[in-house]
């Protein structure tokens, strides 16, 4: 089974039988059909059905010469359409499917961001090179297997001001880093060790929640695992009526990244509330614009934010 089954409203599905079941359904009727003639002959297809609002199912395959479908691979979903980047992104055919993975960067993660794509079907037929950087547009979201709801940190207009004119000025110096300014990196490394120094002087009184107050890290031994905190901007509880599941879809803000992440009602412990805080592990999703319309998966990274 697919382990971020749970977190669209499928806890219940166990078994081989039941899942084969669900992709039954899907595949009878989905909501969104897409099909793409390859180079070769071969009908690709990509048949999504939505469960509850903005997640479901999707399954991945093709078509033979005699009308009959065989699925490839499947993976819930969770549809966002909100543009949280603009940036460079390189995209590549995965080794063990027929999925495809991509990496880009962003200036407000620090490090390159590494996700599945969600619509191979819409990237192939935008007939790009592989391997090659294109201009995209990334709405960004997330499944989630466990979370937990955290307080706020109340900011006064003063300390937002500064935090915001200080991301301001790291950002710049990364921008100048990545062009090989010494006199950026240098300022850069002094800034992460004067950091670690507040972090272990205030840690020995305060709570780290308290002193942290979004990131990005990256979870387990997978590269699209990911530990996130971000405030909670909006938030909503649908239902799955296949399971009567309730799954919850979160609006949160990360490191002035906006995303939307879906959880299982009964794995996320207390209740969201707007301008709380979501902290939970979670595999990322991405929806991609090449200068037409396509849709990926995307996976998070690292970035930390303190509050003075």
């Keep these: 089974m697919h382990r971020f089954l749970r977190a669209v409203g499928f806890s219940n599905i166990t078994t081989k039988q039941d899942m084969d079941k669900l992709l039954g359904i899907t ?29 479901g199912l999707t399954v991945r395959g093709e078509y033979d010469k005699l009308g009959f479908f065989h699925v490839d691979h499947y993976f819930p979903y969770c549809y966002s359409s909100l543009i949280t980047m603009r940036t460079e992104v390189t995209i590549n055919r995965r080794v063990d499917t027929s999925a495809f993975t991509g990496m880009c960067d962003d200036i407000r993660m620090a490090v390159s961001v590494i996700f599945y794509l969600q619509n ?135 490191n002035d990244v906006v995303m939307n992440i879906s959880i299982n009602r009964k794995d996320l412990e207390g209740e969201p509330m707007i301008g709380r805080r979501f902290k939970g592990v979670s595999g990322c999703r991405d929806t991609l614009t090449l200068f037409q319309p396509a849709w990926y998966k995307i996976r998070c990274i690292f970035c930390l934010c303190l509050i003075s």
């Design 120 to 254: 191979s079907v819409d990237y192939i037929k935008l007939n790009f090179t592989d391997n090659t950087p294109h201009r995209a547009n990334l709405a960004l979201s997330g499944l989630s297997l466990t979370g937990r709801i955290l307080l706020g940190i109340e900011k006064t207009d003063d300390s937002i001001e500064r935090l915001r004119h200080e991301t301001r000025m790291k950002r710049q110096l990364i921008i100048q880093a990545k062009n090989g300014d010494q006199d950026a990196i240098d300022n850069l490394t002094l800034d992460e060790i004067d950091l670690s120094g507040q972090l272990m002087k205030r840690i020995m009184t305060e709570d780290l929640y308290s002193i942290v107050d979004s990131t990005f890290i990256p979870y387990g031994s997978e590269s699209d695992n990911y530990m996130i905190i971000g405030t909670i901007l909006n938030w909503s509880l649908t239902t799955n009526p296949y399971t009567n599941e309730d799954v919850f879809q979160l609006l949160i803000n990360c």
């Design 27 to 55: 595949m009878d009727k989905p909501s969104v059909s897409k099909q793409i003639l390859s180079k070769d002959g071969r009908k690709i297809t990509e048949l999504s059905r939505e469960f509850a609002h903005n997640t």
